[in-house]
């Protein structure tokens, strides 16, 4: 592989010219050992964060949260609720940060941003036909430009899982790039449903793929299957911005989302980002939770630092 | 918030391991003071701090020593397989219980980092004795005959890189398989050993079955010499190991030597880079490079040689160096004065030969043995750096064009313990893996150790294997 940026550049706008150079770079990127993957996800995730390391930990993965909720029942009520949480997560607390953003659907982000106004809370919302993606690409696209026009500030996409995995990474890079370009100053997370590639080679491609159409964060999943964010699927999805940037000087963020519930887990994640693409990525500009209950978990660690003593789900808010 | 994600220090508590100010031999279920009188202290390498004062047993004590053996292997030899097993099975259930307190004590006496006792050693410790548990009443099944016999006394030699763990490599099958052992740990590292005899007792394991003999090179020289040992267990240098086959040579003692490595780490340009370069810094930073059968030569396909040197010099960048009790450290201490010189002229050469040296930024602690994490570039099989075995966190990087190549290079060294291979394609895994002359040939990971699996080396390595099946053939008389 190059390894000046300037020719670099010129050889990565080459691989999209087709299907046929898309689909060889691709495949000629490095392979992914399984075993060996996973034992140094494992191994990091024995590092032992005490005191004024957890402090600043649980203080940095609240300012990391994009505080979700993604439910078919969500009313204005709910959003607004949730807005007031980002903004204030721990009303007996008024030195807790704030949340990175508020993820809604397309047709609560107008709530969203007002329950938000003015506090530096973004809100970010989940597009093109979130989250199976099983639409045409106008109605994708229309999802996302009512969405920005709504006023989100970042647009979450599905990739078509189903064109990635039959092998048609030029659709996938295409609609990225279409995605992207109808996202307008909104930033745009691609979301790869890591669950369903399925293989760690094919999140990588993934990764890459969506790092070449443009994405300015490639996140984990939707929350919405069996497996989400892992740390193993992290893990690599940080070497891949961290390898692309050293080829092309473009920084890309990353979002686990999807069953990321505890402290302890959250914790981990920052390690990963720590030990592999660095602590250039260590801001919510470059690193994001996808998590609904996580929130409150880091609230209750952060009160038991605080005060020395255990409080309970009494003591944060239901929303 | 502070401005960058420090980990503070997450230290393991010394509280709970209880270092007496002075330990005796442990010679037929007692602990008792050597002949002579003769004591020598152990240091922890992190801190230069006394731990304790051990006695030093002399050819007195090793008479006394085999003596007890001698006599406690007519009734252990004759318990069937499985009241010896309940035995085995018990020590290893007091290992897990007390892992943690032997973890502790471990990191103190030899500098490795908490990290690996606790997760590494052992669990590989406790895994040992279960595994040779299982074999005591199976041994007709092992292949060695239908009732295959032991063989008597064993006197056992082992080195202070994995104290514990090679104690567990020679008592477990040498007790499983119905013989008496008498063993030396070494100088530097005789603590977990004494607590090992502690454990023994605690088991109730009959007396004289497993004597302890802390003491210096002249201890383990009398007890190899001894005219009633039956079998020679040695772990360590090469230059110990040709001694000790010149000794008992023409004797009918039988002997194991596991002896020095210069291990081949072999990265293919189609190789998982991300993983292989986790394996590297396994491979050969791994209890600070002190480990015989360490990937301490790394062969890379010449087209992907600059790649993964940034990659492996960026992770490098990231170990973490420093008190080994801290769950944090990568890195720990170096575990002597004397092997810490050693490392160090060993580096002063390959510079002065003209290899090219590297180390990430690192700060070394004011007390102790310490060693940062070294690179070797612009290697050839001509520098000592790439032919000695250097025993420290210094890795020699030697490039390759063909596999061919890959492998005339990886078998021209007079050692031959491990190796490693790097590669996507499972075809090619085979066939070099085939033409290794290496005892253990990793494929995608390196420094991976289990009970089940066989251990030992080719040429100047030593010879006889220790672990698996193959394992119990040593103590045995086939």
């Given at each position: 592989?190059?390894?000046?940026?300037?020719?670099?550049?010129?050889?990565?706008?080459?691989?999209?010219?087709?299907?046929?150079?898309?689909?060889?770079?691709?495949?000629?990127?490095?392979?992914?050992?399984?075993?060996?993957?996973?034992?140094?996800?494992?191994?990091?995730?024995?590092?032992?964060?005490?005191?004024?390391?957890?402090?600043?930990?649980?203080?940095?993965?609240?300012?990391?949260?994009?505080?979700?909720?993604?439910?078919?029942?969500?009313?204005?009520?709910?959003?607004?609720?949730?807005?007031?949480?980002?903004?204030?997560?721990?009303?007996?607390?008024?030195?807790?940060?704030?949340?990175?953003?508020?993820?809604?659907?397309?047709?609560?982000?107008?709530?969203?941003?007002?329950?938000?106004?003015?506090?530096?809370?973004?809100?970010?919302?989940?597009?093109?036909?979130?989250?199976?993606?099983?639409?045409?690409?106008?109605?994708?696209?229309?999802?996302?430009?009512?969405?920005?026009?709504?006023?989100?500030?970042?647009?979450?996409?599905?990739?078509?899982?189903?064109?990635?995995?039959?092998?048609?990474?030029?659709?996938?890079?295409?609609?990225?790039?279409?995605?992207?370009?109808?996202?307008?100053?909104?930033?745009?997370?691609?979301?790869?449903?890591?669950?369903?590639?399925?293989?760690?080679?094919?999140?990588?491609?993934?990764?890459?793929?969506?790092?070449?159409?443009?994405?300015?964060?490639?996140?984990?999943?939707?929350?919405?299957?069996?497996?989400?964010?892992?740390?193993?699927?992290?893990?690599?999805?940080?070497?891949?911005?961290?390898?692309?940037?050293?080829?092309?000087?473009?920084?890309?963020?990353?979002?686990?989302?999807?069953?990321?519930?505890?402290?302890?887990?959250?914790?981990?994640?920052?390690?990963?980002?720590?030990?592999?693409?660095?602590?250039?990525?260590?801001?919510?500009?470059?690193?994001?939770?996808?998590?609904?209950?996580?929130?409150?978990?880091?609230?209750?660690?952060?009160?038991?630092?605080?005060?020395?003593?255990?409080?309970?789900?009494?003591?944060?808010?239901?929303? | 918030?502070?401005?960058?994600?420090?980990?503070?220090?997450?230290?393991?508590?010394?509280?709970?391991?209880?270092?007496?100010?002075?330990?005796?031999?442990?010679?037929?279920?007692?602990?008792?003071?050597?002949?002579?009188?003769?004591?020598?202290?152990?240091?922890?390498?992190?801190?230069?701090?006394?731990?304790?004062?051990?006695?030093?047993?002399?050819?007195?004590?090793?008479?006394?020593?085999?003596?007890?053996?001698?006599?406690?292997?007519?009734?252990?030899?004759?318990?069937?397989?499985?009241?010896?097993?309940?035995?085995?099975?018990?020590?290893?259930?007091?290992?897990?219980?007390?892992?943690?307190?032997?973890?502790?004590?471990?990191?103190?006496?030899?500098?490795?980092?908490?990290?690996?006792?606790?997760?590494?050693?052992?669990?590989?410790?406790?895994?040992?004795?279960?595994?040779?548990?299982?074999?005591?009443?199976?041994?007709?099944?092992?292949?060695?005959?239908?009732?295959?016999?032991?063989?008597?006394?064993?006197?056992?030699?082992?080195?202070?890189?994995?104290?514990?763990?090679?104690?567990?490599?020679?008592?477990?099958?040498?007790?499983?398989?119905?013989?008496?052992?008498?063993?030396?740990?070494?100088?530097?590292?005789?603590?977990?050993?004494?607590?090992?005899?502690?454990?023994?007792?605690?088991?109730?394991?009959?007396?004289?079955?497993?004597?302890?003999?802390?003491?210096?090179?002249?201890?383990?020289?009398?007890?190899?010499?001894?005219?009633?040992?039956?079998?020679?267990?040695?772990?360590?240098?090469?230059?110990?190991?040709?001694?000790?086959?010149?000794?008992?040579?023409?004797?009918?003692?039988?002997?194991?030597?596991?002896?020095?490595?210069k291990?081949?780490?072999?990265?293919?340009?189609?190789?998982?880079?991300?993983?292989?370069?986790?394996?590297?810094?396994?491979?050969?930073?791994?209890?600070?490079?002190?480990?015989?059968?360490?990937?301490s030569r790394l062969?890379?396909?010449?087209?992907?040689?600059?790649?993964?040197?940034?990659?492996?010099?960026?992770?490098?960048?990231?170990?973490?160096?420093?008190?080994?009790?801290?769950?944090?450290?990568?890195?720990?201490?170096?575990?002597?004065?004397?092997?810490?010189?050693?490392?160090?002229?060993l580096v002063e050469q390959g510079e002065a030969e003209g290899a090219e040296r590297?180390?990430?930024?690192?700060?070394?602690?004011?007390?102790?043995?310490?060693?940062?994490?070294?690179l070797f570039t612009n290697v050839t099989q001509a520098h000592t750096v790439a032919r000695d075995?250097i025993?420290?966190?210094v890795l020699s990087v030697l490039t390759?064009?063909?596999?061919?190549?890959?492998?005339?290079k990886?078998?021209n060294t007079?050692?031959?313990?491990?190796?490693?291979?790097?590669?996507?394609?499972?075809?090619?895994?085979?066939?070099?893996?085939?033409?290794?002359?290496?005892?253990?040939?990793?494929?995608?990971?390196?420094?991976?150790?289990?009970?089940?699996?066989?251990?030992?080396?080719?040429?100047?390595?030593?010879?006889?294997?220790?672990?698996?099946?193959?394992?119990?053939?040593?103590?045995?008389?086939?």
């Open positions: 592989m190059p390894t000046t940026a300037s020719s670099a550049a010129h050889a990565l706008t080459d691989v999209t010219a087709s299907d046929g150079s898309l689909r060889r770079f691709l495949h000629g990127l490095p392979g992914v050992d399984t075993v060996g993957l996973e034992a140094r996800a494992a191994s990091l995730g024995t590092r032992s964060i005490k005191t004024t390391a957890k402090a600043y930990a649980i203080d940095l993965a609240i300012s990391m949260v994009d505080l979700t909720t993604l439910e078919g029942a969500d009313t204005p009520g709910k959003v607004r609720a949730l807005g007031a949480k980002a903004v204030h997560p721990d009303p007996t607390d008024r030195t807790a940060p704030t949340t990175a953003a508020v993820c809604v659907y397309p047709d609560m982000v107008a709530t969203a941003k007002a329950a938000v106004a003015g506090s530096g809370v973004l809100v970010a919302s989940v597009a093109t036909a979130f989250p199976a993606g099983r639409a045409a690409l106008d109605v994708k696209l229309a999802d996302v430009r009512d969405a920005v026009a709504a006023g989100a500030d970042e647009i979450d996409m599905v990739i078509d899982r189903g064109a990635f995995l039959s092998g048609r990474y030029l659709k996938v890079y295409d609609e990225i790039v279409a995605v992207k370009e109808a996202s307008g100053a909104a930033r745009l997370k691609v979301i790869f449903e890591t669950g369903e590639l399925s293989t760690y080679d094919n999140i990588r491609r993934a990764s890459w793929l969506g790092m070449l159409a443009g994405a300015d964060f490639i996140k984990t999943s939707t929350g919405k299957v069996a497996v989400n964010a892992t740390p193993a699927n992290t893990l690599l999805m940080l070497e891949a911005v961290r390898d692309f940037r050293a080829q092309t000087g473009v920084q890309v963020g990353v979002k686990p989302a999807g069953g990321i519930r505890t402290t302890k887990d959250a914790v981990k994640f920052l390690v990963l980002v720590n030990e592999t693409a660095g602590a250039d990525w260590l801001t919510n500009h470059w690193f994001r939770f996808g998590a609904s209950s996580l929130l409150n978990d880091l609230l209750m660690q952060r009160q038991k630092l605080a005060t020395g003593r255990y409080s309970g789900p009494d003591y944060v808010t239901v929303d | 918030m502070a401005s960058a994600f420090e980990y503070a220090p997450a230290p393991e508590s010394r509280s709970v391991v209880d270092i007496a100010p002075s330990y005796g031999l442990f010679i037929d279920g007692e602990f008792t003071e050597a002949a002579d009188g003769r004591v020598f202290k152990t240091v922890s390498p992190s801190t230069e701090e006394v731990l304790s004062e051990v006695a030093r047993a002399g050819a007195e004590d090793v008479d006394r020593a085999v003596g007890a053996a001698r006599r406690a292997f007519v009734k252990w030899s004759a318990l069937p397989g499985s009241e010896r097993a309940k035995y085995l099975f018990r020590i290893a259930r007091i290992i897990q219980e007390r892992s943690r307190e032997l973890a502790v004590l471990e990191t103190l006496d030899n500098g490795k980092p908490i990290k690996e006792t606790r997760d590494a050693d052992l669990p590989l410790v406790a895994a040992h004795f279960f595994y040779y548990a299982g074999w005591a009443d199976k041994l007709g099944h092992a292949g060695f005959g239908t009732d295959p016999r032991p063989l008597g006394v064993a006197g056992q030699v082992i080195p202070w890189n994995f104290p514990l763990l090679m104690l567990a490599w020679k008592i477990a099958p040498a007790l499983a398989t119905g013989n008496t052992v008498v063993l030396k740990p070494a100088e530097t590292t005789p603590l977990s050993a004494l607590f090992f005899a502690d454990i023994c007792r605690q088991a109730g394991l009959p007396r004289g079955v497993v004597n302890i003999l802390p003491g210096y090179g002249d201890t383990g020289a009398a007890l190899v010499a001894h005219p009633d040992v039956n079998k020679v267990a040695f772990t360590g240098s090469t230059a110990v190991g040709k001694a000790i086959a010149r000794q008992v040579a023409g004797t009918r003692k039988k002997v194991t030597l596991e002896l020095g490595g291990g081949a780490n072999i990265v293919f340009d189609d190789a998982p880079i991300d993983q292989a370069v986790e394996g590297i810094v396994t491979g050969i930073f791994f209890n600070q490079g002190q480990v015989c059968c360490a990937g062969l890379v396909q010449e087209s992907i040689h600059d790649e993964l040197l940034d990659s492996l010099k960026r992770r490098l960048s990231t170990l973490r160096l420093g008190d080994p009790l801290d769950k944090n450290t990568d890195i720990g201490a170096i575990n002597s004065a004397e092997q810490l010189a050693r490392i160090g002229s590297w180390s990430p930024a690192c700060e070394l602690p004011s007390a102790g043995y310490w060693f940062a994490p070294t075995e025993f420290g966190p390759f064009r063909t596999p061919d190549e890959a492998v005339a990886a078998n007079q050692y031959g313990l491990s190796a490693g291979i790097w590669t996507e394609k499972g075809s090619r895994i085979l066939a070099v893996a085939n033409k290794l002359r290496a005892g253990v040939v990793w494929s995608n990971t390196f420094n991976k150790f289990d009970p089940t699996s066989p251990f030992g080396g080719y040429k100047e390595s030593g010879h006889g294997r220790e672990g698996g099946r193959h394992g119990l053939e040593a103590y045995l008389d086939v």
